[in-house]
């Protein structure tokens, strides 16, 4: 395991711990509260539990080299990871909307909405560091995993701002059904996080090709590193995880060496290697009768 790997595999083992402190404070204010939408963030941080579990272990798989079987790596495991979250976010929406609905039908005053509502901002608090922190080193590692994570604790944080606002209210209002329409409105707003997990997770298992602006990098990585080659054409990516997979063709005088189209070959991966951390390169090369209408010239050969 690569020191990179090391360090992700750190960072979540110390997000299951820290969600199993934020679930304890968020209980314990329901517990003191009665409050069925403080009741629903508690809910929503069982899901950071069991997320942060299956990161760990996607993680663990990911590191692993490559194998007979598996010649290309483990990278995606990680997406089956935050796929798993993204259900296990709508599952605990379905649980919220059932526990409001009963307040709704039989809404009841809420406890202690001080001691309750700062317990809930000091939950919080330690969710907003903690996924600044994961996304920072989850966009420096390239990991699905850990950045599913940070975007589920974000969403984790807006949710608990507005309840924190809503219990307020009711406490200070006494409206008492806002306490369930509070519940309801969590459920919808995790629903749609868990809708986007989902949706990315499934595009990175489809092989979905990089984003317009790293493929545009990507060519301009490969024209300007390929003298003595004439084009470039059928430039392919994808990502895997952590690795962008890069493949195209190359084409060079059809009397040029082997070793002069290898050394073109290797300045061009090793720019692409240097501009996209974690890039796999293949390079296919083919004589001058290869050329394409649409494909990228390189410069004179």
């Not at 509260?33 to 299956?54: Q, R």
Request: hydrophobic residues 55%.
């Amino acid at each position: 395991m690569t020191g990179s790997a090391k360090g992700t595999v750190r960072l979540a083992r110390a997000s299951i711990v820290l969600a199993c402190l934020v679930f304890a404070l968020k209980y314990l204010a329901y517990w003191l509260t009665g409050s069925v939408a403080l009741l629903s963030d508690a809910l929503e941080s069982i899901v950071n539990i069991a997320a942060a579990a299956g990161a760990l272990l996607a993680l663990h798989i990911s590191a692993k080299p490559a194998d007979d079987n598996h010649p290309f790596g483990h990278s995606k495991a990680e997406y089956f990871s935050a796929v798993l979250e993204g259900v296990l976010i709508v599952v605990a929406a379905l649980a919220i909307v059932r526990a409001a609905y009963g307040g709704l039908i039989d809404p009841e005053p809420i406890d202690a909405p001080v001691e309750g509502l700062a317990i809930t901002a000091l939950a919080s608090l330690i969710n907003a560091g903690w996924a600044f922190l994961l996304f920072k080193e989850g966009r420096k590692a390239r990991s699905p995993a850990l950045l599913a994570d940070a975007r589920h604790l974000m969403s984790d944080v807006v949710t608990s701002a507005g309840v924190f606002a809503g219990v307020g209210l009711v406490a200070l209002t006494g409206w008492l059904v806002l306490d369930p329409l509070l519940a309801i409105a969590v459920a919808i707003n995790i629903l749609w996080s868990g809708w986007r997990l989902i949706r990315e997770s499934v595009a990175g298992l489809m092989d979905e090709a990089v984003a317009p602006e790293l493929l545009e990098e990507i060519t301009r990585l490969i024209t300007d590193n390929a003298e003595g080659a004439i084009q470039a054409h059928d430039v392919r990516t994808r990502h895997a995880g952590p690795k962008t997979f890069v493949v195209f063709h190359l084409v060079v005088d059809g009397e040029m060496s082997v070793a002069t189209s290898h050394a073109i070959c290797d300045r061009i991966e090793a720019a692409i290697k240097r501009g996209v951390p974690g890039a796999i390169v293949t390079i296919h090369v083919e004589p001058e009768t290869k050329i394409k209408q649409d494909g990228v010239p390189v410069g004179p050969a």
